[in-house]
């Protein structure tokens, strides 16, 4: 799974995913941590007082026919400290909206809402006459947005970029305490807010990569609020953070888009020499992962060559492979409003469970260790065509191995999402893998997955057989 940065490529923008885990706390490490512990049930309930409101609404400069307000919520949902942030709202004007209000929630988390709402209005046009489409900012993005302006620099939008420990220590400072306030549970409450500020009863939430990873949250958490959901490019509430499934699908899709092109190689066979021979798997893995999404059938129109580059390599020039790579790093053309690495992080390591390590409560000293036992643990048929050590390498493992002892996320209060839910995914999607999807709707008794061949990551908009399907199943 990985959250790329944003840049242009044959006019496609290329935005981020989603990252968070849930499962049993492990032992604190200190007493802050312990207090933590004891309080971190009570972030998802909204606490009594007055109801949420919207202020200071205006037209939304720029984005005709929607009016742009602010939602203040707490900072601190547990109520030990004081503080609110106000959250940039667009909500569309049509009020009489016949199916009611479908809220977009987009992904990361790091990628703000009202920004992308000119986007996500052209890509979902066919279901706007029916309902009145709703965006927030999630708190830590957009107009309120982490600038860790090193931890920013070094890796932009990526999950796969691994940042250096001072940057990731230096975000952690920055914040304080704040850390603990940036969890999708924290989240799902704000989006609770949301609805009762709006006056609906229910919604319609079509949540993409870590967007449906909140909307399943929020469903699990109230479940009487939803009436549907559509998931694109599913993220489970369990999933792997040494990204298995997508290493191990690589090889796969690079071997369909070699029978399309008739390449006349193993580019599987091909890529598992070049990383052993000369140690990038992980860049290797962040070059092939992009090309999923922007160019799935790996034509090298208007992205990298990457089928002749894993041949050259081969050959033994690794040079326009690796030129490619570094290309890629750091996040000089990401700003945090458009993504914020450290709202990416804070949040991704406070979700994480499944880390070699546990928990986001793991005390430091005990982390490395688990790293290196969670390498030998890897067998190298696990994550072929690429090695263990791409596995423990990634820029998840590297970043939240050196964030300190968080607030872990609370598991939702229920476990089966019982309301219709439309599951989309592309066959050829390396952040968030089929295989997830397949896991999650097995799961679902009421839910319908719609697999995409030849497609990579986010499918709405940019795919006519699954904007038909979100249409039928939304609109009929």
Same mark, same amino acid.
């Given at each position: 799974?990985?959250?790329?940065?944003?840049?242009?490529?044959?006019?496609?923008?290329?935005?981020?995913?989603?990252?968070?885990?849930?499962?049993?706390?492990?032992?604190?490490?200190?007493?802050?941590?312990?207090?933590?512990?004891?309080?971190?049930?009570?972030?998802?309930?909204?606490?009594?007082?007055?109801?949420?409101?919207?202020?200071?609404?205006?037209?939304?400069?720029?984005?005709?026919?929607?009016?742009?307000?602010?939602?203040?919520?707490?900072?601190?949902?547990?109520?030990?400290?004081?503080?609110?942030?106000?959250?940039?709202?667009?909500?569309?004007?049509?009020?009489?909206?016949?199916?009611?209000?479908?809220?977009?929630?987009?992904?990361?988390?790091?990628?703000?809402?009202?920004?992308?709402?000119?986007?996500?209005?052209?890509?979902?046009?066919?279901?706007?006459?029916?309902?009145?489409?709703?965006?927030?900012?999630?708190?830590?993005?957009?107009?309120?947005?982490?600038?860790?302006?090193?931890?920013?620099?070094?890796?932009?939008?990526?999950?796969?970029?691994?940042?250096?420990?001072?940057?990731?220590?230096?975000?952690?400072?920055?914040?304080?305490?704040?850390?603990?306030?940036?969890?999708?549970?924290?989240? #799902? /409450?704000?989006?609770?807010? &949301?609805?009762?500020?709006?006056? =609906? !009863? $229910?919604?319609?939430? @079509?949540? %993409?990569?870590?967007?449906?990873? #909140? /909307?399943?949250?929020?469903? &699990?958490?109230?479940?009487?609020? =939803? !009436? $549907?959901?559509?998931? @694109?490019? %599913?993220?489970?509430?369990?999933?792997?953070?040494?990204?298995?499934?997508?290493?191990?699908?690589?090889?796969?899709?690079?071997?369909?888009?070699?029978?399309?092109?008739?390449?006349?190689?193993?580019?599987?066979?091909?890529?598992?020499?070049?990383?052993?021979?000369?140690?990038?798997?992980?860049?290797?893995?962040?070059?092939?992962?992009?090309?999923?999404?922007?160019?799935?059938?790996?034509?090298?129109?208007?992205?990298?060559?990457?089928?002749?580059?894993?041949?050259?390599?081969?050959?033994?020039?690794?040079?326009?492979?690796?030129?490619?790579?570094?290309?890629?790093?750091?996040?000089?053309?990401?700003?945090?409003?458009?993504?914020?690495?450290?709202?990416?992080?804070?949040?991704?390591?406070?979700?994480?469970?499944?880390?070699?390590?546990?928990?986001?409560?793991?005390?430091?000293?005990?982390?490395?260790?688990?790293?290196?036992?969670?390498?030998?643990?890897?067998?190298?048929?696990?994550?072929?065509?690429?090695?263990?050590?791409?596995?423990?390498?990634?820029?998840?493992?590297?970043?939240?191995?050196?964030?300190?002892?968080?607030?872990?996320?609370?598991?939702?209060?229920?476990?089966?999402?019982?309301?219709?839910?439309?599951?989309?995914?592309?066959?050829?999607?390396?952040?968030?893998?089929?295989?997830?999807?397949?896991?999650?709707?097995?799961?679902?008794?009421?839910?319908?997955?719609?697999?995409?061949?030849?497609?990579?990551?986010?499918?709405?908009?940019?795919?006519?057989?699954?904007?038909?399907?979100?249409?039928?199943?939304?609109?009929?």
């Amino acid at each position: 799974m990985r959250a790329p940065r944003a840049r242009h490529w044959a006019g496609i923008v290329v935005t981020g995913v989603v990252c968070a885990m849930l499962g049993p706390a492990s032992q604190p490490a200190s007493a802050e941590t312990a207090s933590a512990e004891a309080t971190v049930a009570r972030v998802a309930a909204t606490p009594a007082g007055p109801r949420p409101r919207l202020t200071d609404s205006r037209p939304c400069a720029g984005i005709a026919g929607f009016t742009c307000s602010y939602l203040t919520v707490p900072r601190d949902r547990t109520g030990h400290t004081p503080g609110t942030l106000r959250l940039p709202v667009a909500v569309a004007d049509n009020t009489a909206a016949p199916r009611g209000t479908l809220l977009m929630l987009s992904g990361g988390p790091g990628q703000p809402g009202v920004g992308l709402v000119p986007r996500i209005r052209q890509r979902v046009s066919y279901l706007l006459n029916d309902y009145r489409m709703v965006m927030i900012d999630q708190r830590g993005t957009g107009e309120g947005a982490i600038d860790c302006e090193r931890l920013q620099a070094e890796v932009g939008s990526s999950d796969i970029t691994p940042p250096s420990r001072e940057a990731v220590r230096e975000c952690a400072r920055q914040l304080g305490q704040g850390r603990h306030h940036y969890t999708t549970a924290d989240t #799902v /409450a704000d989006l609770e807010d &949301l609805r009762q500020a709006l006056d =609906v !009863s $229910r919604w319609t939430i @079509d949540g %993409v990569s870590y967007g449906t990873f #909140v /909307a399943q949250h929020y469903a &699990l958490t109230f479940p009487g609020r =939803v !009436s $549907r959901m559509v998931l @694109d490019s %599913v993220v489970p509430l369990d999933i792997d953070p040494l990204y298995v499934a997508g290493l191990r699908r690589t090889g796969w899709m690079l071997r369909q888009a070699c029978q399309e092109q008739n390449c006349g190689f193993d580019p599987a066979a091909a890529l598992a020499g070049v990383v052993r021979r000369y140690d990038n798997g992980v860049g290797v893995f962040d070059l092939i992962v992009i090309a999923s999404i922007v160019d799935p059938k790996l034509t090298g129109e208007g992205y990298f060559p990457v089928l002749p580059l894993l041949r050259l390599a081969a050959q033994g020039e690794p040079e326009p492979l690796n030129q490619a790579i570094a290309a890629l790093q750091g996040g000089q053309d990401t700003p945090p409003a458009e993504y914020s690495a450290g709202l990416h992080v804070a949040t991704l390591c406070a979700d994480l469970v499944h880390a070699p390590w546990g928990n986001s409560m793991a005390p430091l000293w005990q982390r490395d260790a688990a790293v290196a036992e969670a390498r030998r643990n890897l067998s190298a048929r696990q994550v072929w065509p690429f090695e263990p050590q791409t596995a423990v390498g990634n820029g998840i493992v590297q970043a939240c191995r050196y964030w300190p002892p968080a607030r872990a996320n609370p598991q939702p209060p229920r476990h089966r999402l019982t309301m219709p839910v439309l599951l989309i995914n592309g066959d050829r999607d390396l952040s968030t893998p089929l295989e997830w999807a397949v896991e999650r709707a097995a799961q679902m008794p009421r839910g319908e997955l719609v697999i995409i061949p030849g497609m990579g990551h986010s499918i709405q908009g940019r795919n006519a057989a699954g904007d038909q399907a979100v249409q039928h199943f939304l609109l009929h």
